[in-house]
């Protein structure tokens, strides 16, 4: 039987590209508060760098090489080793074990109706030819989330279908073998806007190859060069036309990111974002204004951070040993679930 009564956090980053202002928003910020508020009994957070290869699998070193720097987003972000755990996905063979058996309780046509999947193939071009590791990822993330005992999943909305997926699939291996697995729910950003941040272009996602995103360890100079290049409205071409604050990118960033205190620091003449957006939508403000106040805002947040991934870099077997640590630790947890599986399936030959 799974441990009872215990609030157990999964969640992670796949390693393909430093991280970026899009995903401290959706999941990072929240990732520390969760970690430091003392709700949770265990937090696990994977760098899922066998998830990655499905699609990368011609491309190793990029994948080995961005598990270092996303180690370094999470530390320089204030995950706290003490308090969480990250570890490296491919150090946990239980992981593979677990999703070979789950395979058993999914049909092919439930996986082509899962709307995340279709997303992504159409995104990635696959079409006819999708790996097969990549369109079983329902089932991989099934196994993820029961080798902890997750009960908290933290997810963009985007995310929903593969949380459900997981639970049907705990829900038919519990009907079929005895109750053995945790049915994970999910946690949303607080900040909706948070799940959705587009692209500094106004694409719908920010991506390292559209040359879209604003790194969480981009110097000053560069967050400035891509905030006063954002796209705002099209139509809003002098300074008295009214302006669309809804789909603008450089609205969307200041409903996630502004508070008061930035408006009293920064834009005094503002209360808040709801007095810029008024004036904004009424005309008579000029985007250029618009766009120095949100870099002084990204500024305020990302410097702490920059400074922090600057000093955990001077450190890196320091940052080894974390993750080393770590893998250790999941892959104990892990172990235990997958003996509870093996027992349930009547396969433990030998115990």
């Known amino acids: 039987m799974h441990a009872k009564n215990k609030n157990i956090i999964l969640t992670g980053d796949r390693p393909t590209g430093k991280l970026h202002i899009g ?57 706290d080793p003490s308090k969480s755990t990250p570890f490296i996905q491919s150090q946990i063979p239980e992981l593979t074990e677990l999703a070979f058996y789950y395979m058993n309780l999914v049909t092919v046509a439930r996986l082509q109706r899962n709307p995340t999947v279709k997303a992504e193939i159409l995104a990635r071009n696959f079409e006819a030819s999708i790996p097969v590791g990549f369109f079983t990822y329902p089932i991989s993330q099934t196994a993820d989330i029961t080798a902890f005992d997750a009960t908290v999943v933290p997810v963009g909305e985007d995310q929903l279908p593969m949380i459900e997926q997981a639970r049907e699939i705990v829900r038919s291996f519990n009907s079929i073998y005895g109750n053995t697995l945790v049915e994970p729910k999910e946690l949303l950003p607080e900040n909706s806007v948070c799940g959705r941040l587009p692209g500094t272009d106004g694409k719908a996602k920010m991506s390292k190859s559209l040359g879209n995103c604003i790194y969480l360890s981009d110097s000053p100079d560069e967050i400035k060069s891509k905030v006063m290049n954002m796209y705002t409205d099209p139509n809003h071409l002098r300074v008295e036309d009214k302006g669309d604050t809804k789909d603008n990118p450089v609205f969307i960033y200041l409903s996630a990111f502004a508070d008061d205190g930035h408006f009293a620091r920064y834009l005094p003449e503002y209360e808040n974002l709801a007095a810029l957006k008024a004036h904004y939508e009424r005309g008579g403000l000029g985007d250029v204004k618009v766009k120095k106040f949100l870099n002084n805002v990204m500024n305020e947040i990302l410097e702490p951070i920059r400074l922090r991934r600057i000093e955990w870099e001077k450190r890196l077997p320091e940052v080894y040993e974390i993750l080393k640590k770590g893998s250790l630790k999941a892959r104990e947890t892990a172990a235990g679930t997958a003996d509870r599986v093996k027992a349930a399936l009547k396969i433990n030959y030998f115990c």
């Open 23 to 79: 995903h401290f928003a959706g999941s990072l910020k929240r990732r520390v508060e969760l970690q430091n508020s003392g709700a949770f009994d265990e937090v696990y957070i994977m760098i899922a760098d066998a998830q990655a290869l499905t699609d990368n699998a011609d491309n190793p070193e990029k994948i080995r090489a961005n598990v270092t720097e996303v180690a370094l987003d999470y530390l320089a972000c204030g995950l």
